[in-house]
């Protein structure tokens, strides 16, 4: 399952880079991609996209609504 967020905030590689790496380390997280400011997040099992939106949150890159 891949989970579709769009996030604001991102201005710069840095901001790529603690993206990935914070998502990375949640269970079930197989690869966090960007394209432009959509992120990809593929998964399996049940991480859920409000797991990932919460996680976003507490990094300050919420989803863009």
Known sequence: MTHN???????????INTIQTELG????????SFDKLNLSVKVE???SKN???E???EL?????K
């Open 55 to 57: 996680t976003l949150n």
């Open 51 to 53: 797991t990932l939106t």
């Open 25 to 32: 380390k949640i269970e079930g997280v197989q690869n966090v």
């Open 5 to 15: 967020i769009k996030v604001n905030n991102v201005t710069c590689d840095g901001c």
């Open 60 to 64: 300050g890159y919420p989803e863009q």
């Open 45 to 47: 099992g049940s991480v």
